[in-house]
């Protein structure tokens, strides 16, 4: 079984920072591509941030220059540096992973549960 679990919501107000985790779990090979979408009250899940094992990076227009994606590979974990939030930041923040479990697995896309975060003006 493979796990996903975020951390590092909460509330912030406008300009402020937060640091949200992703750390996997479980039964896991090798992770290919990890990333951060986000899905805001009455509106699609969005990309916002992706980045490939060897660590390069791709941002949404609406978060470049402000949020930062990471990952380390021995403790399969990765992380959202947010900085200079606005209130349309507002969403919850889910992770995801395209991993295998096997060698001769094929790559499987896994979620995790979600993390509020909630920006005030």
């Known amino acids: 079984q493979v796990q996903l679990v975020e951390s590092g919501g909460g509330l912030v107000q406008a300009g402020g920072s937060l640091r949200l985790s992703c750390a996997a779990s479980g039964s896991i090979f090798s992770i290919n591509v990890m990333a951060w979408y986000r899905q805001a009250p009455g509106k699609r899940r969005e990309l916002v941030a992706v980045?490939?094992?060897?660590?390069?990076?791709n941002y949404a227009d609406s978060v470049k220059g402000r949020f930062t994606i990471s990952r380390d590979n021995v403790k399969n974990t990765m992380y959202l540096q947010m900085g200079s939030l606005k209130p349309d930041d507002t969403a919850v923040y889910y992770c995801n992973a395209v991993l295998k479990t096997a060698a001769t697995r094929p790559n499987f896309n896994y979620w995790g549960q979600g993390t509020q975060v909630t920006v005030s003006s």
């Open positions: 980045i490939a094992s060897g660590g390069s990076t």
